[in-house]
């Protein structure tokens, strides 16, 4: 079973699409029409990782390596990414816990006090010296009311010409619409 959403990308999404690429003869990149495929040409937002198509298996890859290296796919001994916060999933996860994901070399000494642990590593995976994390720390308020409500189906009309709401259904329409 995968340890992390990384693993379970490279699990039950890489491998059975490396399976169908070598049953298909690479003919699985063939489905569908490449130009509603979103590129860096598309993107309007800042990242260091824009968004590009994905031809072939290679770029499938390289894919899946950007969202471990996002922090989507946590190392199996830890739920924090290369800069040492914890992953997108684990973010999450806090704001569920409603506490911060805090890291204890002595997991025994919080057990008293807390229930919602997290030990990462298992019999499959061995973590030499794995602390215990522990969604233990300060407080994560949330406030419902301050979550914005979403629209199903919006339309471009809806928003308020040259707006950027509409620039960016705007944007949309065009990428995925039959014309």
Known sequence: RPQTIGGMYIHK?????AALTVKTLGGIFTKG???????????????DYPPFKIPDFRSAIQAIATIVLEGEGSDPC???????KPSHY????????????VKMNDPQTLLSKCSDRFFPCDDDIPCEK??????SGRPIPFFQ????PTISNPRSEM???GSLARKYSDRFNKIFSDT
């Open 145 to 148: 009311d301050d979550v914005w």
């Open 33 to 47: 029409d490449p130009k509603k495929q979103i590129s860096q040409k598309h993107w309007l937002g800042n990242s």
């Open 159 to 161: 928003y308020r010409p």
């Open 13 to 17: 999404v890489l491998c059975p699409l």
């Open 90 to 101: 684990f973010k999450f996860a806090e704001i569920l816990h409603g506490k911060r994901l």
């Open 130 to 135: 794995s602390p215990g994390f522990f969604f």
């Open 78 to 84: 830890s739920p924090l990414d290369e800069s040492g």
